[in-house]
């Protein structure tokens, strides 16, 4: 069974600085789907990143980009220039594909952004 | 933009009542998700649905059952409420898994407290 482990519950970042999340996951497949979600204080919960594990260029999204190491089975997440709508609970969550739908949550990292 | 939308956003109900959560998505996907999100446990499935009247068991389904009569609609039933499943439910679409890279949208949350 896949598992996915985020090693900090909690962190804290000052505005417009740069911080990492890391994530953390086993499996025995090759091909596979990694995500983070966000999911700010009682709001909807969004995707904001994804990266495909045959692609070897690691996602960007504006100031969100991922580090993934396949062989380390580690994909950690950047936030560069961070703001303080970026407070929010993170999750990194695995995919496998084929007729799994099933998405393997992380339990969370809180990230508050302070001015 | 795909919408995700919970009928509730609190609920509360007693010990032993049958409780019901409703979820409704616009964007015609096939694959429909109900999950529990407690403090330090992450997001832990309970059921999936891959199409009408089809279902498969999460993670933790016990006490849960569901209800998918129409594409649009994925519903879950607490067939006995106990203060054990007091939590936050969340409901989630996604398009098939033969497109293995498409995400989940998630709902704003059903804030469940069983007393």
């Known amino acids: 069974a896949q598992t996915v482990t985020q090693s900090q519950p909690e962190m804290s970042v000052q505005e417009a600085e740069t911080v990492t999340l890391s994530c953390t996951y086993d499996?025995?497949?090759?091909?596979?789907?990694l995500f983070w979600y966000k999911q700010p204080p009682s709001r909807q919960m969004i995707l904001v990143i994804r990266?495909?594990?045959?692609?070897?260029q690691n996602a960007t999204e504006n100031r969100f980009s991922v580090n993934f190491q396949k062989a380390a089975k580690s994909f950690s997440l950047k936030i560069s220039d961070s703001q303080l709508g970026d407070t929010a609970m993170y999750f990194c969550a695995f995919y496998s594909g084929g007729s799994n739908y099933k998405l393997t949550f992380g339990k969370g990292t809180l990230l508050t952004v302070n001015p | 933009d795909v919408k995700v939308t919970q009928s509730s956003r609190y609920l509360v109900k007693r010990t032993g009542e049958k409780v019901f959560l409703e979820c409704v998505q616009d964007?015609?996907?096939?694959?429909m998700f109900w999950y529990r999100q407690d403090p330090g446990l992450g997001l832990r499935l309970i059921y999936f649905?891959?199409?009408?009247?089809?279902?498969e068991k999460g993670d933790i389904p016990e006490g849960y059952s569901v209800s998918r009569e129409k594409k649009e609609r994925f519903s879950l039933i607490l067939e006995s409420a106990s203060t054990n499943q007091t939590s936050m439910y969340l409901c989630?679409?996604?398009?098939?898994?033969?497109?293995?890279?498409?995400?989940?949208?998630f709902g704003d949350g059903t804030r469940l407290s069983i007393l």
């Open positions: 989630a679409s996604s398009l098939l898994a033969g497109y293995s890279n498409q995400p989940q949208h």
């Open positions: 964007m015609d996907h096939e694959n």
């Open positions: 499996t025995s497949e090759n091909n596979y789907y």
């Open positions: 649905s891959y199409d009408v009247k089809m279902k």
């Open positions: 990266q495909e594990a045959y692609k070897q």
